[in-house]
């Protein structure tokens, strides 16, 4: 039976070439776009609080309501005291910032207290070179998409502030795309290149007791109102920007997979409309509304799903041309697109298909079955 | 009339189109028995299409009834699987789907019959095949076949379900005389093996020829019926 079915849906998928080649055209580009969003979008959801966690850090600290990690600042003297305090383990400072390097290109600067270790534990790797020593502080590494871009090599020298020169030991790479196109220096030189010398900013801390987080972050808030302490995993939460532009991204998805929606059904349609004589004829031979239904819409979930595998397989080189044509967006694309996004691929593909193919299926099986087969 | 009792009971059948302004059928009386085959005359427009598409139930009547066993057309709960098991439409121009072959055309009528698994639908297809002169053929799409292998292929597909009611509408209507008497032959076979009634709607006159009974229409109305 099921033979014969998707026989039947596969040969009306080619009887009318045209319109499934438009569709498939049209749905795969949709889902080539949907797959870049949703990368993106996993990257800053997933991707980063996942090299937190990884980086054993159970607290972070940002100043109050700082809409992304670029604008918030905290005193290097809280800094100062937590590295001290005896309920911490290990208390890393971050300062990051965007440095203009052409009026083209602006890269994000990476200041790090103890490099090496928190690159380690969020998987940062240096796939040339070699690390920079903490006591030669005009040593840097560079991110591999930078270092691409901008025809890095280790051993280069970057003007990263007025007369003062870097030297490239090596360069890293991470799946965080975003870190790729930038350059880790040292939180002293950070503060220096950022003129953020009182500052930085954010701190991770890991803790002696992970069951104490919940009360030192209690007691830590209610004693700096300035500043707030969250756990690990809200980083994404607590920026607002990073927010807005999660929303964002979901907002364009949903009207892109709306668009696919609004294409598919344009299609089914002309084809139950143009099939309305062969709709009458299967009724008559005693196919129910219900089977005449589901071979249209299994039409368009395969449809549907020959698009998905298109779209989804397409986005590579997308992403390869947009990393090389549009350099200011280096810091948002990610390196792939992520297969994580897979099985939702499946199941939005499979619900456009379906979705699509029902109303029209639905209208056109109502028609009294010998108009439909006299229909012209 | 009735060669046995009684098997399809049609009652003070009416049916109007474009609300009320086209009269198709006009207060039809009529008793159909099984194991004979009737021949629907009468000039174009007369209503033998629309008679034979409510007999179906691929129309409904605007009043009367039309009773099959016992059971009114109201009555019946499942319109699809009832045409399926009960009826088998044949139309003037085949009406085979063009994307299936001919095989799977004849397969497709059995498809959801439950009463068949799916070895005996293919025993079953192989044989009206084989009846039908078409075995050398059953791979072929619509688009490769002649008229007439079309149409053999359309009856096929009717008797697959050994349904107990086959609706003709100028069957032979687009095909040559050789074929002509072919499917007449075969669906005196089919009343034969089955004692099922057959309906043609037809102008031809070697179809009445063939028939049990005539039964002449003329605006809407039934205006006689014979024996042959």
């Given amino acids: ?376 | 009339m009735s060669k046995n009792s009684t098997f399809i009971d049609i009652q003070q059948l009416t049916k109007y189109y474009d609300n009320g302004l086209i009269k198709a059928l006009s207060d039809i009386n009529l008793e159909l028995s099984k194991g004979v085959m009737y021949a629907l005359e009468g000039p174009s427009g007369c209503g033998k299409s629309t008679l034979l598409n409510i007999i179906g139930t691929l129309d409904t009547p605007t009043s009367g009834d039309v009773i099959y066993e016992g059971k009114t057309q109201n009555s019946l709960t499942n319109l699809s699987d009832f045409r399926r098991d009960f009826i088998g439409f044949i139309f003037q121009f085949h009406h085979l789907i063009p994307t299936l072959t001919l095989r799977e055309n004849i397969d497709s009528a059995m498809l959801f019959n439950k009463r068949y698994t799916k070895l005996q639908r293919a025993e079953k297809t192989d044989k009206l095949l084989q009846e039908l002169e078409l075995s050398h053929r059953q791979n072929a799409y619509v688009k490769h076949l002649s008229g007439g292998e079309r149409q053999r292929g359309a009856i096929a597909r009717a008797f697959a379900n050994e349904p107990q009611l086959i609706l003709a509408d100028e069957p032979t209507g687009n095909v040559d005389s050789h074929n002509s008497q072919i499917i007449l032959h075969k669906m005196q076979e089919y009343i034969k093996e089955n004692n099922a009634t057959v309906v043609i709607a037809t102008h031809d006159p070697i179809v009445s020829s063939y028939a049990d009974y005539n039964i002449i229409m003329q605006d809407s109305k039934i205006i006689s019926q014979k024996s042959n």
């Fill in chain 1, 1 to 376: 039976m099921y033979q014969i079915l998707l026989h039947y849906t596969m040969r009306n998928i080619v009887r009318s070439k045209a319109r499934s080649l438009f569709t498939i055209v049209s749905i795969s580009l949709i889902i080539n776009l949907y797959t870049i969003l949703a990368s993106i979008a996993s990257a800053i959801i997933v991707q980063l609080p996942d090299a937190i966690s990884r980086a054993q850090v159970d607290i972070f600290i940002q100043s109050k309501f700082a809409s992304n990690p670029l604008s918030s600042l905290v005193p290097i003297e809280t800094f100062n005291i937590l590295e001290k305090d005896e309920r911490v383990k290990n208390c890393n400072a971050l300062i990051i910032g965007k440095k203009k390097l052409s009026p083209k290109a602006s890269i994000f600067i990476l200041g790090m207290q103890d490099v090496a270790t928190f690159a380690n534990r969020t998987g940062i790797s240096v796939t040339e070179g070699r690390f920079f020593k903490s006591e030669n502080l005009n040593e840097i590494l560079v991110g591999s998409k930078l270092a691409k871009v901008m025809h890095y090599k280790v051993g280069d020298t970057i003007e990263l502030s007025p007369d003062k020169f870097y030297t490239i030991t090596g360069i890293y790479s991470t799946l965080i795309s975003m870190l790729n196109t930038g350059v880790l220096v040292h939180k002293d030189e950070a503060q220096h290149i950022l003129n953020k010398h009182k500052h930085v900013s954010m701190i991770f801390l890991g803790l002696q007791n992970k069951d104490s987080t919940e009360a030192f972050i209690k007691k830590f808030n209610s004693e700096n109102k300035s500043l707030q302490a969250s756990k690990s995993g809200e980083l994404t939460q607590n920026f607002t920007s990073i927010q807005n532009v999660v929303h964002l991204i979901d907002a364009i998805t949903l009207l892109t997979l709306l668009v696919a929606i609004a294409v598919m059904m344009n299609t089914f349609i002309m084809a139950t409309s143009e099939r309305t004589k062969e709709i009458g004829v299967l009724s008559a031979i005693g196919w129910g509304r219900s089977k005449i239904v589901a071979v249209f819409m299994l039409e368009a979930v395969v449809l549907a799903w020959i698009s998905a595998i298109i779209g989804y397989l397409s986005a590579y080189p997308t992403i390869a041309l947009m990393q090389k044509y549009f350099i200011s967006l280096h810091a948002y694309l990610p390196q792939n697109p992520e297969a994580g996004i897979i099985p939702m691929l499946v199941l939005i593909t499979t619900s456009i298909g379906a979705i699509s193919a029902l109303f029209p299926a639905l209208y056109a099986t109502k028609i009294n079955i010998s108009e439909a087969i006299r229909y012209e």
